[in-house]
């Protein structure tokens, strides 16, 4: 058995490496989640969590990973049948469509190549054609963890309400929140979705979502089949949407979602910045063109070819 001393630095975007801080307040005894000490710290973190995503509107935490809360913004607002407008940005959008696609949902998804945020040009043009508002929900991936390719949430929505759209605009911003500037409230957001793993430096295992009156009113009339709802909030009782675990450490975060200070800063003792390392190896990096390039995420792409070819190079 190999024996690792010191302490493991994880080089990827995520899981991050966790501050000790956070891990201090982690470190406490089991407390009744149906207390009054566990609603005092839920209504701190829910209230904390509401400035981290600049929202007024209801945050919802998950017992779950990144997945789970793409889950829950689907089937707390769709219906079998619903038409959902996806783009492909990399693997993450790949996988957000697969789960609607399980849910029966119609997918009209964007064909990308990795290498650009949604193509808005497309969108629009969807968009605009539709007439019949058959589209209930735009869905796209505000920072492509896969490829470093960054969509702006601000320029669908423009989209949107120049067409005079009512779809539901759903970001996922799961690496993106903490990470990159975001707005719920002024971005005109219906559904956020992110975890707890990436910029707000958490362990995994939170999901969230934060919900506009819009996406309240349609989660009435959603009709696939759930197992944790976002339709009923009851004002006075956060274990509803709050699970008891890591909600300390939640409280510990401090992540100003307006610095939009990138992942790989806040990666405190990185050894050697990844675009000098692959700068030296001679690789190309910085996949995404420029006008869609992440502050958060580097991509380097020896190592992708590395993580997504089935034979070892
Ligand atoms: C952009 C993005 N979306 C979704 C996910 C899926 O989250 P999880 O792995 O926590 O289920 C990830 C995880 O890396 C991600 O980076």
Redesign the pocket.
Known sequence: MTVHTGRHFLQI??PTNVPDRVLRAMDMPTMDHRGPEFAEIGFAVLAAMQRVFRTNQPVIIYPS????A?EAAIVNTLAPGDKVLMAETGQ?AV??RGIADRFKLDVDFIPGDWRHGADLAQIEARLSADKAHKIKAVCV?H????TACVTDPRAVRKIMDDVKHPALLMV?T???LGSLEYEHDAWGIDVSVA?S??GLMLP?GL?FNVISDKALAASKQARLPRAFRCGSLPARCPHRRLPARRARATGGARSPARSGRPLRDRQRGWPKPMRARADARGTPVDLPRTTSRSPGVQADRKAQHRACDPAPR
């Open positions: 975007p995520g990973s990144g997945t789970g793409w993450f996988l957000w991936v920072n492509e963890t896969s996922d799961i690496s993106g975890g793993q990436k995994p999901g």
